[in-house]
């Protein structure tokens, strides 16, 4: 459990630094368009990939559910 939280604050963390965002809008923006709950249902599978690969496939699975950054 402890690892898959430290996990999920580093992916918010790159996400912020990687829409300069702050971390509290990089939450809220996840939160709101569900890259959080897919963190939390895929973690098993996705941190065996780089980070910079979870940080896009975030911005993916929030822009199918009407985000809107790039």
Do not use: P
């Amino acid at each position: 459990m402890k690892e898959k939280v430290e996990y999920t604050v580093v992916c918010i963390s790159e996400f912020a630094r990687k829409f300069k965002l702050t971390l509290q809008q990089a939450y809220q923006y996840l939160k709101q368009y569900q890259g959080i709950s897919y963190l939390d249902e895929f973690y098993d599978v996705e941190h065996l990939f780089s980070i910079e690969d979870a940080v896009d496939d975030l911005a993916a699975i929030c822009r199918k559910h009407g985000g809107r950054l790039a």
